[in-house]
């Protein structure tokens, strides 16, 4: 079990249950959100809505699934908390012209939404090696792992869940937040500053739904396989085909679906 402390993640709040017509009143978890600037070499690129945990590996997490932090490039990172909106300053030294900036503010459920060339956002899909087929013991019971060790939606019910994991189904680092993607660039950042990227040797998991930005933000950290609790969509299917990411869906209970695994001539 995860045992990591809240950090401000989650807060209660007086509320009123109501059931069957009864009420009563309550005192409820809310998981905490609040807003992310993310600036690379002195120039805003995102904001986005996150829990207040750890926004610097969130920024590192980023900026590596945009291109504008190279895996293997170490940079400095800096938080400056001091206002209501938490900012984040990564300097890399550089600043590359083939990241596409964000428009506006990242809602907390799409970290996609708002890009301003989305062609080019699908043709940068990192390839990657999917690497040796994982037991399908191990993958019915990663995402089960993922849930029990998902301590903010224990309490509030509200929040997404990220995990790197090995191919025996050891959890290496996890992360939660309000989005998704959050939490994947949480743990990217994590790896990062371990020095695990690229991430070759692990696998990524996620609650929710396989988006088409969970898979690039897959291959630009290097992971070979991807499984979801919840469908994919035909975007990621088709990013994850063409960049040979072993793609898995529905991984619950005690079933699951390849829908791409390059080790299969009816899958990719």
Excluded at 121 to 136: C, I, S, W, Y
Excluded at 175 to 202: F, I, M
Excluded at 220 to 240: H, M, Q, Y
Aim: with cysteine; glycine share 10%.
């Amino acid at each position: 079990m995860n045992t990591r402390p809240l950090h401000g993640r989650a807060r209660r709040h007086a509320a009123d249950r109501h059931t069957s017509g009864w009420s009563v009143q309550s005192e409820e978890w809310l998981v905490v959100e609040q807003p992310l600037a993310i600036h690379v070499d002195g120039e805003i690129v995102a904001t986005t809505m996150c829990t207040p945990d750890d926004p610097a590996s969130l920024a590192v997490g980023f900026c590596i699934a945009e291109g504008m932090l190279d895996r293997d490039v170490a940079a400095g990172v800096s938080v400056d908390r001091s206002g209501p909106t938490v900012t984040v300053r990564v300097d890399t030294g550089h600043l590359p012209g083939s990241f596409s900036a964000r428009l506006g503010t990242v809602s907390s459920s799409c970290g996609a939404c708002g890009t301003a060339d989305m062609a080019a956002l699908v043709a940068g899909v990192v390839p990657v090696d999917a690497g040796r087929l994982p037991d399908g013991d191990v993958v019915s019971a990663v995402a089960s792992n993922l849930r029990s060790q998902q301590e903010v939606f224990a309490l509030t019910g509200g929040s997404h869940a990220a995990a790197a994991v090995t191919i025996d189904g050891q959890v290496v680092d996890i992360a939660e937040d309000v989005g998704r993607h959050n939490a994947v660039d949480k743990v990217v950042g994590h790896l990062y500053n371990s020095g695990r990227l690229p991430a070759t040797d692990l696998m990524l998991v996620i609650s929710g739904r396989a988006s088409f930005e969970m898979v690039q933000k897959a291959c630009a950290a290097g992971f070979g396989t991807l499984i979801a609790v919840s469908a994919p969509s035909s975007l990621a299917v088709d990013a994850a085909g063409r960049a040979g990411l072993r793609l898995i869906g529905f991984a619950r209970d005690d079933r699951f679906t390849a829908y791409v695994d390059p080790s299969s001539s009816s899958t990719h």
